[in-house]
Structure formats: C-alpha cells, structure tokens
C-alpha cells in the first residue's frame, strides 16, 4: 500500500522560498509517476507539478520558472521547490501517485493515491 507523507510547508514572505519534501513508501515499480497538487479554501484541488522515472517534468503555467519539482530515484521521496513565492500560492499542497505510467494530465483524477497535505501560506 503506497503511503506519502509531506513535510516542508510552513509560512514564508512573498518572493521567498520554500521546499516541500513527499517521503513515499511501498511503491514496488521502478516506472512511476509523481505529482503535486494544492487547494486553496473555497478553491478546487489544482495541479502544480508533475515527474515521471524518465524524468519528464510537467508544470501548471501559474508556476513556471519558479517551482521545480524533483525526485530522489532511490528513496522515491519527490521534492518542490518553491521560489519567488506569492500571497497566491497559499494552499494546502499534497503529494500524489499514479499507479500507472507515464504521466498523464496533470489533473486530480489521473492520480490514485495521497498524501495527507502540508500547509503553505504566504503573506505580502
């Protein structure tokens, strides 16, 4: 069974930075992809980054040239780092997998399993 449990988030100032780290375990393939999702309150859970085992990155345009998602091949742990943040980016971020590969759309419902969320909030 595939647990994944975040970490990293916290308050930080606009144009700050901040690295989320997904510790995964219990996923048997060598073939996977990984992602990053966040929900705002009153918001819909949205995509924000996505990385499969070859290591093709997919990114939500709000994001782009400020996050970069990355993974540790041997420990399966995915990381996000948040740069150039904004009072926007405020959400609750969560870590997914998708139990088939490669990566598909970068939207909730391509991916099966989550982690329990970790709080981002960013104040101007």
């Known amino acids: 069974q595939v647990q994944l449990v975040e970490s990293g988030g916290g308050s930080a100032q606009a144009g700050g930075s901040l690295r989320l780290t997904c510790a995964a375990s219990?996923?048997?393939?060598?073939?996977?992809?990984m992602g990053w999702f966040r929900q705002a309150p009153g918001k819909e859970r949205e995509g924000v980054a996505q990385i499969d085992s070859d290591g093709i990155r997919g990114y939500a345009a709000s994001v782009k040239g400020r996050f970069t998602i990355s993974v540790d091949n041997a420990k399966k742990n995915l990381f996000l780092q948040m740069n150039s943040l904004k009072v926007e980016d405020t959400a609750m971020y969560y870590c997914a997998v998708r139990r088939t590969w490669p990566c598909y759309t970068l939207t909730p419902t391509s991916f099966q399993d989550w982690g329990q969320g970790t709080q981002v909030t960013v104040s101007s």
């Open positions: 219990g996923y048997g393939y060598s073939n996977y992809c």
